[in-house]
């Protein structure tokens, strides 16, 4: 929801800081954001929460260069695009997994199953709409996105899930609320473009 409105600062601040990154491959980043993701997960496993935090931010500066340096030295490619998202969301899963796995009881339990729930239909609501809009010509590239695919609009973005995150590790305590809160807001999110789908999506 807020991706749009921060992306310029965004890129203000990784701009100096990909500059410097010329001779590393955007891939080679993409990679190692996915094992510094990873830890954050393992680190939260282990309640090394705060470890986990500094991981898991880590991790998002990372996926914010990788695009950067790809758009800085015209090195984008169709390949780089596919491995940021399906690594975003290896990460997605596994931080609210290792979390679990710190505190395992019920109602953790039953808040992961639905949140992992809301994601998996989050995915399928963007991804074949973005699908249907590049078949339309009403893609990324016809909206003027830096994006690999349109990302069509939900309530919770990326800058939206960097801040869930950072709660789920900040207040372990609170887990299984926050893990609930995400997983209304996500599937208001899905309701939203199923919305804008029926009134935008009828003929062709």
């Known amino acids: 929801m807020l991706d749009h409105t921060l992306r310029a600062y965004k890129d203000d ?24 993701g990873l830890g954050a997960a393992g680190a ?56 679990y796995w710190a505190d395992q009881n019920s109602t953790n339990a039953l808040a992961l199953i639905f949140l992992l729930g809301s994601f998996y239909i989050n995915a399928a609501s963007w991804i074949y709409l973005a699908a249907i809009l590049e078949k339309r010509a009403a893609g990324a590239r016809a909206r ?36 609930a809160i995400m997983t209304g807001m996500v599937l208001i999110g899905v309701g939203m473009r199923l919305y804008w789908a029926q009134r935008n999506l009828i003929n062709g």
């Open 13 to 36: 601040l990784l701009r100096p800081i990909a500059s410097q990154l010329r001779p590393i491959s955007p891939n080679t980043i993409t990679v190692i954001a996915l094992i510094v």
């Open 44 to 99: 939260a496993a282990i309640q090394a929460y705060w470890l986990a935090l500094g991981l898991w931010l880590l991790n998002r500066l990372l996926d914010g260069l990788d695009g950067m340096v790809a758009r800085s030295f015209a090195r984008q490619s169709d390949l780089g695009g596919y491995l940021d998202i399906m690594f975003d969301f290896v990460v997605y899963a596994a931080v609210p997994i290792g979390l």
């Open 144 to 179: 003027g996105e830096r994006t690999t695919v349109a990302m069509p609009d939900g309530l919770i973005g990326g800058a939206e899930t960097i801040l869930f995150f950072c709660l789920f590790l900040s207040f372990p305590s609170a887990l299984a609320l926050l893990f």
